[in-house]
């Protein structure tokens, strides 16, 4: 039982290429969730889906799109990277979209320069 | 005003101390109430919900006050284990920016 893997681990990219950033949950959770985390911002959600087929915006989505593949999959496109999206980014699942306990993927560290 | 703050530290506390965090949040209607526990370069972990009656957990204690709009975070007799930044987390999306804590020997 792996709980929440994200591709990849750390990232490197010029300002204007994409990149998508992979994430899968193995706990058959409903909701996915895709944050970034900046120094002193704490954790700021981007996009989130709580359940298969639905995905909505969420404080920062500007620059990002998504995807929910299948319940499992919940990938974070950026089409045309900016040093601004320079973070490091966590995806989470949860059972349901409420008061629930979100278990977190260990992050994807990307600077684009 | 931001919608959850906390007071980032860094607090840095002796082996032993008692320790306690706030975090204050805007929306009067907020619901759920959780304190993560990150440590460096790692992933948030769910410490503990916060529930209306306050609850204890071991060594630590959260608590709401809805009249003032925040939590509170208690941490007694405290380890080094217990460095770490505490996030709160309102409503289930609403993350604080974490507090610092460090204790020393």
């Known amino acids: 039982n792996a709980g929440v893997t994200q591709t990849p681990k750390f990232q490197v990219l010029k300002t204007g290429q994409s990149m998508t950033l992979q994430c899968a949950q193995d706990?058959?959770?409903?909701?996915m969730y895709w944050y970034r985390q900046d120094p002193g911002m704490g954790l700021r959600l981007i996009y989130y889906?709580?359940?298969?087929?639905?995905?909505d915006k969420g404080e920062v989505p500007n620059g990002y799109n998504v995807s929910r593949l299948n319940k499992r999959e919940f990938s974070l496109r950026l089409e045309s990277a900016a040093p601004s999206q320079t973070s490091v980014y966590f995806c989470?699942?949860?059972?349901?979209?409420?008061?629930?306990?979100?278990?977190f993927g260990p992050g994807t560290r990307l600077t684009v320069t | 005003r931001k919608e959850v703050e906390q007071d980032p530290g860094p607090f840095n506390v002796p082996e032993g101390a008692t320790v306690a965090f706030n975090c204050t949040y805007s929306n009067s209607a907020s619901q759920s109430f959780f304190w993560y526990r990150q440590d460096c370069r790692k992933e948030p972990k769910l410490l503990m919900s916060v529930y209306s009656s306050g609850n204890e957990d071991g060594r630590f204690t959260a608590q709401l006050n809805r009249a003032s709009q925040y939590i509170s975070l208690l941490i007694r007799d405290s380890k080094l284990s217990d460095s770490a930044t505490y996030l709160c987390v309102v409503n289930d999306m609403r993350f604080g920016a974490g507090t610092r804590l460090t204790v020393k020997p």
């Open positions: 706990m058959n959770h409903n909701s």
């Open positions: 889906s709580a359940s298969e087929g639905t995905t």
């Open positions: 989470a699942s949860s059972d349901a979209q409420g008061p629930w306990e979100q278990y």
